[in-house]
């Protein structure tokens, strides 16, 4: 339910504030009215007690013995009512009767009263029984019409009249009394306990309020660092969730990246030791080798170029084995390697290559400085090989980790789809710069072919 909902998001000190004070308000009726009632009861019976002892005292001497079931005579009628009617006592009392234990009125001041019987009230049973009654009200009995008529609360006072040798209550004195200033002392007494109950409550709940707000304010704050630990384990457990994805994804990549990498070498090997072995042996099949007319001189300088090609490919071989990184490509710019990769390819073919580097970046990793090595190289040896080296060209641009490298030429071109797939040249090229996140692109027909590729800046980071 939605106040249920509401409810329960507040704090435990609003919570207490809320159902505390509700409580405590309720608590504080029914004690005041209880304690109100009390005090009420014991003002109205103290005040009735006094106002009866006095009675008695004055009273008692003229009554004769009420053993008897007769109604009083004239004489004790004529006493009482000049004593009940003169000084203070007159003054005070309102109304004055006289009861049996029948419910028959022996004498009243109200003579159409006497002698007549009306029901035994509960007011009248407990004085019976020796009990003081006195109650502050608007007459209700049936034999008070006069007291009723003044329309104003009186003071009702039973008091048991004992005989003096048993103790027993062989008749009950009734009268009203105006009690004038009761009214007040009720009010005030009234108002007194009311605030002294309100003062205690109020303290209470105060106190308790202080003591729960401190509770609430500690709970909060452990409940607040609780939320930031089960957020922080939370993230925490995410974040292991990732890297336990990231780690079976490593371990499904690592049996190709194993084979990507066993292709690497094999493209190394193709696109490095094997282009200058192959050189050397399209040497020997060159006519100042073959023919014996050859002047030594020519011979021995064709010899020559055989041996340095060999012993590049050694030199690389032994390279690749130590882990395919060229030390003097790893401290060298784009400028340097192309440079190098181009004078060594004119040197071996006696081509010429157009070059046009513009190199502004910042230092590249290893890895792409290698590949735009090996690039460039394997580029030239093709456009060589199958373009008749035709107005071979090289571009390089390397502007803020953007890399493009561009290698041309004018011969008749090829049709790629006769590239076998097992074919370590291009494929491998393509491959190498796929894997560190580059783009490959080729374009030929009979115009030339011109192999391109390129790194952008963020993907050289990756």
Same mark, same amino acid.
């Given at each position: %339910? ?23 308000? +309720?608590? %504080? ?7 109100? /009632?009390?005090?009420?009861?014991? &003002? ?81 049973q407990r004085a019976f029984a020796g009990s ?8 209700? !009995?049936? *034999?008070? #019409?006069?007291? $009723? ?11 048991? &009249? ?26 005030h007494a009234r108002l007194r306990s009311w605030?002294? &109950? ?19 304010? @500690? ?9 930031? $630990? ?8 995410? *974040?292991? $969730? ?12 690592? +049996? ?28 020997? #099949?060159? !006519? ?10 020519? $011979? ?14 050694? @030199? ?13 490509? *790893? ?23 157009? @070059? ?10 290893? +890895? ?27 571009? +390089? ?12 030429? /004018? ?39 011109? &192999?391109?590729?390129?790194? *952008? ?6």
């Open positions: %339910m939605n106040w249920l909902r509401r409810w329960n998001a507040r704090s435990l000190a609003s919570q207490f504030f809320i159902a505390g004070g509700l409580i405590s308000v +309720a608590a %504080m009726f029914v004690v005041g009215l209880f304690v109100s /009632h009390l005090i009420e009861e014991t &003002v109205i019976h103290n005040s009735g007690a006094a106002t009866a002892l006095y009675v008695d005292s004055v009273i008692a001497p003229l009554l004769p013995d009420m053993q008897t079931e007769s109604l009083l005579d004239e004489a004790t009628a004529q006493a009482l009512d000049e004593t009940l009617g003169q000084g203070a006592l007159g003054k005070r009392l309102v109304a004055f009767k006289l009861w049996r234990s029948d419910g028959t009125i022996l004498y009243s001041n109200e003579k159409e009263l006497v002698g007549r019987t009306f029901a035994v009230s509960d007011k009248l003081l009654v006195a109650r502050y009200e608007i007459a209700s !009995d049936p *034999e008070s #019409d006069k007291e $009723r008529a003044l329309g104003k609360p009186l003071m009702e006072i039973y008091n048991p &009249v004992l005989q003096p040798w048993s103790g027993q209550a062989v008749a009950v004195l009734e009268f009203y009394e105006t009690a004038e200033g009761l009214g007040d002392s009720l009010a605030g002294a &109950v309100a003062a205690l409550t109020a303290t209470f709940f105060l106190v308790l309020s202080v003591l729960v707000f401190r509770g609430s304010r @500690t709970i909060e704050a452990q409940r607040k660092d609780l939320k930031e $630990r089960v957020t922080e384990l939370s993230a925490l457990l995410a *974040e292991n $969730r990732g890297l336990q994805r990231r780690l079976q994804r490593a371990s499904q990549r690592a +049996a190709a990246l194993n084979e990507t990498y066993l292709r690497s070498i094999g493209a190394d090997l193709h696109d490095g030791p094997a282009q200058h072995i192959a050189y050397a042996s399209l040497r020997l #099949d060159s !006519d100042l080798l073959i023919n014996a007319s050859t002047q030594p001189e020519a $011979r021995e300088k064709e010899l020559a170029w055989i041996r340095s090609s060999l012993a590049e490919a050694m @030199t690389e071989i032994r390279n690749i084995c130590r882990g395919l990184v060229l030390p003097h490509i *790893e401290k060298s710019s784009i400028t340097e390697i192309v440079t190098r990769v181009v004078e060594a390819h004119q040197h071996k073919t006696e081509s010429h290559v157009e @070059t046009v580097i513009d190199e502004d970046g910042p230092e590249l990793p290893p +890895a792409v400085k290698i590949c735009v090595y090996r690039f460039v190289q394997e580029a030239l040896n093709n456009a060589y090989r199958h373009g008749g080296g035709v107005q071979q060209a090289v571009r +390089a641009v390397s502007h803020k980790g953007h890399v493009r490298v561009e290698v041309s030429d /004018h011969g008749d071109g090829f049709d790629p789809t006769e590239v076998r797939p097992t074919s370590l040249g291009l494929v491998g090229l393509r491959e190498r710069v796929d894997s560190l996140g580059g783009s490959f692109d080729i374009k030929t027909g009979e115009g030339g072919t011109t &192999v391109t590729m390129i790194f *952008e800046p963020m993907e050289v980071g990756e």
